[in-house]
């Protein structure tokens, strides 16, 4: 498959504003100014950056603890995020959420969500409503490979196959749930097959390459846009960081680690491809990492200028009015 | 003519005695005609509700016949009259649950009726959730392999029971920790009103065993035998120490799911004529008569059973209701009595 140059250049903005993000905002965490904890989502930044580009505003997703590249994919504002990580008013949540509660009904983002496997039959019941209101939207669900061992996933995916749902299961293989190595996790080598359990697609898809992203993320879109059912995408890749911010890691080692960064590290990757293909020049690498860094800086700005959310305005946005 | 070398009957190549096929024939129509009286009771306004297994004989019999009583754990679902009754229970236990009575020996009468939960039967309680067994069963067979205990643990599910999460939750930890234990899905074609077809997009339950990594085989669940054979390699690998696998049993219910229910609007009678044409009783019946065991001997039978019921539910009737006063215990853990 042929990526237009642009569309490459706009995998490699989102990708490296993903990057930036999670840089800025451990920053931001080492200098007390988070509240509660944040997940790192370096490293498997080619997955929400492929799959998300084929959606529209009016397409949803869901997403999990580790969300903000979700967020950002899906067009999220950078200015909203940093703020609700910092507890402001003008967060996407009004500052109450933080981290793990990122929602965006405008762009279609229902919601990082803090269970895992929590966001699965969200994501059905989206697709369920595309279904019933005859419309060409479609749901992608983002979650982890702990979050395929959660009953959620069997009753989501059991769900979106009987009915054909419009929907996409993305399953983040990054190695770990939390300590527990896949292979502690699952009896079957390719985790893919778990999909022939409920008559749907499964393909097993190099997560640290955004061509292969991109493309599977296109063809499972495509398939339920035009009301040929589920797919299950198993993703490939690799979480740099630890669990959550702080975390020992005593469970992986160092080598393993250097070793996806040095070997598959998806804007190295990608920056690759683009040059070899000649889509692109080094210049114009230089010129889109400085605007992502703005854009990033702009964004911790906005936050950092705004009013911290009020304790007296605590109760409201419970109830509906 | 000199005779042909005798092959070998199927019971025999399964290690079966002719007197086991009798004694699982006995209380296949042992499970069929308590159902029919449960039934009856219903309707006559003595029993407030009940569930019976009137198609789910071979299933259920064949099956717990790989249990080794005392020795094994069960963990059944609220059709399995007939592992009950393989397993110990009697018919006037069967009707004290059916009446709520003091002395019922799965709840002393507070629970509905077939939550089996039997201490001397090794058969764990289950909740009236559907699927909530299925952890339990696991639980029990993790206990086994961290204690190096002997057992294995048989539990039971309809194929309705293998769409909510519990089910997928208790197959992968079996799968990864290979556990010994079993699980028996009786497929009867309806999750209450739910065809199959509405129920799942694969064509067998046991295709979902592959996604686990375990074997996953199906069972006819009109013969009886097949049922034991299938049932038993499954039992033969977990007390290997091989792991767990899933036996789906097809089969098919002739009444409605329970005394509350018109199955009527969800099914054909011409569909219930076509399975009744394969009762598995009647199949069991003929396998005894080609083996020669005399007819006189199978409606003998019959009558002792019949008489034993009539029995068990004048007996049954007779026995205490459980006093309001003790409405509490078993609530929280006492000490044993």
Redesign the interface.
């Known amino acids: 498959m042929n990526i237009a140059r642009d569309t490459a250049l706009e995998l490699y903005r989102v990708m490296g504003t993903i990057r930036r993000f999670e840089q800025r905002a451990e920053q931001l965490f080492g200098e007390n100014k988070i509240w509660g904890t944040i997940h790192n989502y370096s490293g498997q930044e080619a997955v929400a950056a492929g799959v998300s580009a084929h959606l529209r505003d009016d397409d949803w997703i869901t997403s999990t603890h580790r969300g903000h590249g979700h967020c950002i994919a899906k067009r999220a504002d950078l200015g909203k995020m940093f703020a609700e990580l910092l507890g402001r008013e003008t967060g996407y949540c009004r500052g109450r959420g933080g981290s793990m509660h990122i929602a965006d009904t405008s762009k279609g983002n229902l919601g990082a969500n803090g269970i895992v496997g929590g966001g699965i039959p969200i994501a059905v019941g989206a697709a369920l409503t595309a279904k019933q209101t005859k419309t060409d939207r479609v749901a992608v669900s983002y979650f982890g490979d702990g979050g395929a061992?959660?009953?959620?996933?069997?009753?989501g995916l059991?769900l979106a196959?009987?009915w054909a749902l419009p929907v996409v299961f993305v399953l983040e293989n990054n190695q770990y749930a939390e300590t527990n190595p896949v292979r502690?996790?699952?009896?079957?080598e390719d985790i893919a097959?778990?999909?022939?359990?409920?008559?749907?697609p499964g393909v097993t898809v190099n997560g640290q390459d955004v061509r292969e992203t991109y493309r599977a993320g296109g063809e499972a879109v495509a398939r339920a846009r035009r009301g040929d059912g589920p797919t299950l995408l198993v993703m490939d890749t690799y979480r740099y960081g630890g669990h959550y911010y702080g975390d020992p890691q005593v469970y992986r080692s160092k080598e393993e680690i250097e070793e996806w960064r040095a070997k598959r590290d998806p804007l190295a990757i990608a920056r690759d491809w683009i040059l070899t293909e000649k889509l692109a020049s080094p210049a114009d690498f230089d010129r889109i990492d400085t605007e992502v860094d703005a854009a990033v800086e702009r964004g911790v700005k906005f936050a950092e200028a705004s009013p911290p959310a009020s304790p007296i305005t605590l109760p409201e946005d419970v109830y509906a009015t | 003519m000199k005779m042909a070398a005798r092959t070998k009957a199927r019971h025999e190549s399964l290690g079966l005695s002719l007197e086991d096929v009798v004694q699982m024939y006995r209380v296949m129509l042992q499970t069929r005609m308590i159902g029919e009286r449960m039934m009856q009771l219903n309707r006559m306004g003595k029993a407030m509700f009940v569930g019976v297994a009137d198609g789910h004989e071979a299933a259920e019999v064949g099956s717990a016949w790989c249990i080794r009583k005392g020795v094994d754990w069960c963990v059944p679902y609220y059709r399995d009259v007939g592992v009950a009754l393989v397993l110990g229970q009697t018919a006037k236990d069967q009707f004290l649950g059916v009446f709520a009575k003091a002395t019922d020996p799965n709840s002393g009468g507070r629970q509905i009726v077939n939550q089996f939960s039997d201490v001397k039967a090794k058969m764990l309680s289950g909740s009236v959730h559907i699927a909530t067994q299925f952890p339990h069963a696991v639980g029990l067979a993790l206990a086994a392999k961290i204690r190096k205990q002997d057992h294995i643990v048989v539990t039971y599910g309809g194929e309705g029971a293998t769409?909510?999460?519990?089910?997928?939750?208790a197959m992968?930890f079996a799968?990864?920790h290979?556990l010994p234990v079993v699980f028996v899905i009786e497929n009867n074609q309806y999750a209450i009103s739910t065809p199959v077809k509405?129920?799942?997009?694969?064509a067998n339950v046991a295709?979902?065993?592959?996604?686990?990594?375990?074997p996953g085989v199906i069972a006819d669940g009109t013969d009886v035998l097949d049922v034991y054979e299938k049932t038993k390699q499954a039992c033969d690998r977990a007390r290997g120490g091989d792991g767990p696998t899933l036996v789906e049993v097809k089969c098919y219910r002739y009444r409605p799911h329970s005394s509350d229910d018109d199955d009527s609007r969800y099914r054909s009678k011409d569909e219930l004529q076509a399975w009744l044409q394969k009762d598995p009783i009647d199949k069991a019946a003929a396998y005894l008569l080609q083996q020669a065991v005399a007819a006189s001997r199978l409606e003998d039978m019959r009558q002792e059973i019949a008489a034993d019921i009539e029995a068990a539910i004048t007996a049954a009737e007779n026995d205490p209701d459980p006093d309001p006063a003790t409405l509490t215990r078993y609530v929280y853990g006492e000490d044993a009595e």
């Open positions: 061992n959660q009953g959620t996933f069997h009753e059991n196959a009987i502690d996790a699952f009896a079957v097959t778990r999909a022939a359990g409920y008559g749907m | 769409s909510p999460g519990d089910f997928h939750e992968n799968a990864v290979e509405l129920q799942m997009a694969v295709d979902r065993a592959a996604a686990y990594g375990m």
